[in-house]
C-alpha cells in the first residue's frame, strides 16, 4: 500500500524533482527524500521558505524544541549545523492489538544529545560495524542499515529479532540470539525513508524497518539512550502528544498519522510512506516543538 498525504505541491526554485529511483536531491531549505523508482517517480517535493506565525510551544518544562526547519522567513538552527550526513535504521516493531495495530517506542533520555524527551521508534546511526554483522546476518554488507536496525532495537530495548521469534537478550552477549538465527532480509520491511535538511544540525539519511513483533517480551529500556520503552496503538500515541503528553519530531509525528490509519498489524507491514515536509498549514498550526529544539 502507498500512502501520499495530498498537501499541495508547488514549483519553486528550490524544488527536489524526483527523477529516477534511488535518487536524491537536497533543497536549498528543505527536506530531501529518496525513493525507489516507479514509486513516486516525476513526484515534487518542495520546501521552501515560509512566513509563518509563532505557535505557543507545548513542550514541558525543561525539554528542548527541535532543530529548526523554519523560521519568520529564514532557516536558523540552534546548534552549530555539521555538513556530515550519516546513515541511520528506525525499526517499527508492530504487533495486533485489541484495538488495532500496536507500535514499540521509546522516549530518549534527557541528557540525549538528540531530541532528548523524545518518543520515537528505536533507532540510531549506522555504525562501522554494522557492515560486519549484515555480511554475518544477511550474506552483504549493503545491509548494514538493516543490521544497524537490529542492533539499536537490542541495544535500546533489549529485544532480538530472529529468524522465527523476538526473544530478551542478554545484556553480556548482546546480539548472540541474532548470530544464532538472523531473520531474512524481507522481514525487516523498509516502509519509508526520511533525509534531513541542510540546516538541520546532526544530519540523518534515515530508513525506518516494520517487523512485526507478536509474542514479544516486555522491551528493557537501556536507560542510556532509552528513558521508556512500551506498546502503544498509534491512536493512542498522537492522543497523548494531543494532550502535551509526548513530544514527536516531525518524522515521528508525520509516520505515527499515517500508522494510526492502518486496521491491523499486515496492513502497516504492507506500508510505504511518501515523505514530504509540512505544508503551509501544519507549519502554522503545529506547535514548535515539532519542528525545533532550541
Do not use: N
Not at 542492533?151 to 548472540?176: I, K, S
Not at 512500551?230 to 502528544?241: I, K, N, V
Not at 518524522?251 to 506500508?271: K, S, V
Amino acid at each position: 500500500m502507498e500512502i501520499h498525504d495530498g498537501a499541495s505541491e508547488q514549483f519553486r526554485e528550490d524544488r527536489v524533482d524526483v527523477r529516477a529511483g534511488h535518487e536524491m536531491t537536497v533543497g536549498a531549505d528543505g527536506w530531501t527524500f529518496e525513493e525507489a523508482s516507479g514509486t513516486v517517480e516525476r513526484q515534487l517535493h518542495v520546501f521552501g521558505e515560509r512566513d509563518r506565525s509563532v505557535v505557543p510551544d507545548r513542550a514541558r518544562d525543561g525539554v528542548a524544541r527541535i532543530h529548526g526547519l523554519q523560521g519568520t522567513g529564514s532557516s536558523v538552527a540552534s546548534v552549530p549545523v555539521s555538513d556530515e550526513m550519516r546513515q541511520a535504521a528506525s525499526l517499527i516493531g508492530v504487533r495486533d492489538g485489541s484495538d488495532g495495530p500496536e507500535v514499540l517506542v521509546i522516549e530518549r533520555t534527557l541528557d540525549h544529545r538528540f531530541l532528548p524527551g523524545y518518543v520515537a521508534f528505536p533507532g540510531g546511526a549506522v555504525d562501522l560495524a554494522d557492515g560486519p554483522l549484515a555480511e554475518r546476518w544477511f550474506g552483504d554488507e549493503d545491509e548494514a542499515v538493516r543490521a544497524a536496525a537490529l542492533r539499536e532495537l537490542a541495544e535500546e530495548v533489549g529485544l532480538a529479532v530472529t529468524r522465527e521469534a523476538v526473544v530478551a537478550v542478554d545484556r553480556d552477549h548482546l546480539l548472540a540470539p541474532i548470530h544464532e538465527a538472523p531473520p531474512p532480509v524481507a522481514r525487516l520491511r523498509e516502509v519509508a525513508r526520511w533525509i534531513a535538511p541542510a540546516q538541520v544540525p546532526v544530519r540523518f539519511d534515515a530508513r525506518y524497518y516494520a517487523v512485526r513483533m507478536d509474542g514479544s517480551t516486555d522491551p528493557a529500556p537501556d536507560g542510556v539512550e532509552a528513558a521508556k520503552a512500551w506498546w502503544a496503538s498509534p491512536r493512542a500515541l498522537l492522543s497523548a502528544w494531543e494532550s502535551e503528553e509526548l513530544l514527536f519530531y516531525w518524522p515521528t509525528h508525520f509516520t505515527m498519522r499515517t500508522l494510526a490509519d492502518c486496521r491491523d498489524a499486515d496492513e502497516l507491514l504492507e506500508l510505504h510512506i511518501v515523505t514530504r515536509e509540512p505544508d503551509d498549514d501544519e507549519s502554522g498550526r503545529l506547535p514548535r516543538s515539532v519542528f525545533y529544539q532550541d
